[in-house]
């Protein structure tokens, strides 16, 4: 299947600083791709959706000049927490639509933020 | 109202036996997706299986099975020959319309644990 990788896996940060993750479709390309969050023992909440080439689209209550998105290329979204506070501490989960015209969505492995 | 939802928190199995995870989604698109994801304490989304509203059958996937029931808008998981490694959280998710830009609903999970 589609493989989707991320990095990095875990980050530890100070308040106050900002955190780059990476997500990479492997092997297919990707013009949408998915960023979520997800805190313990909680679903998947979706932050916004990421069109290769054009600004990110954000759901309701996610701060798009915290949480900036930027997807370059077909097989890379980035996501950069900005200013990051203890509050932002969570597990964020990149994902991408399969390729070859396939309705499945491939999850990056996840990136674990711990601000301190 | 809830897009997906998963009314069981948490269910045991034992193991070799199977086991049904339980989802009910809203939507009034004629057109929709359904999803189970599983994922396990490493915190990656592992797709399972999908079911298409126009599909005619269950989907299946080895020992996966959907029960899709349409008028009864249940897309229920059913895992036979349980085993060990299926103790993980599992997620049913639903994408409504064709377009695979959009994003997928998730429901709250189930934690599936298989006792030995």
């Known amino acids: 299947g589609a493989v989707v990788s991320q990095h990095p896996s875990w980050v530890i940060c100070k308040s106050g600083t900002s955190v780059k993750i990476e997500c990479r479709s492997l092997?297919?390309?990707?013009?949408?791709m998915f960023w979520y969050r997800q805190f313990p023992k909680q679903s998947l909440m979706l932050m916004a959706t990421s069109n290769e080439g054009s600004k990110a689209t954000y759901e309701q209550g996610v701060e798009k000049d915290k949480f900036l998105i930027n997807h370059a290329s077909l097989t890379l979204s980035t996501l950069t927490v900005t200013s990051a506070h203890p509050e932002d501490s969570s597990f964020y989960i990149c994902?991408?639509?399969?390729?070859?015209?396939?309705?499945?969505?491939?999850f990056g492995p996840g990136t674990r933020l711990t601000v301190l | 109202a809830q897009k997906i939802t998963q009314t069981q928190p948490g269910m045991f199995v034992q193991e070799k036996e199977a086991v049904t995870l339980d989802c009910t989604y809203d939507t009034s698109d004629p057109s929709y997706g359904l999803f189970w994801y599983k994922q396990p304490s490493s915190g990656e989304m592992i797709f399972l299986i999908y079911q298409g509203s126009y599909d005619q059958q269950n989907a299946t996937e080895g020992r996966y099975s959907l029960n899709f029931q349409k008028a009864r808008k249940s897309a229920n998981l059913v895992i036979s020959a349980s085993q060990l490694g299926d103790s993980a959280m599992y997620f049913c998710a639903m994408r409504e319309g064709l377009n695979g830009a959009n994003n997928l609903f998730f429901g709250t999970g189930t934690r599936l644990t298989v006792i030995p």
């Open positions: 994902s991408a639509r399969g390729g070859q015209g396939t309705d499945t969505q491939y």
């Open positions: 092997d297919f390309q990707a013009t949408t």
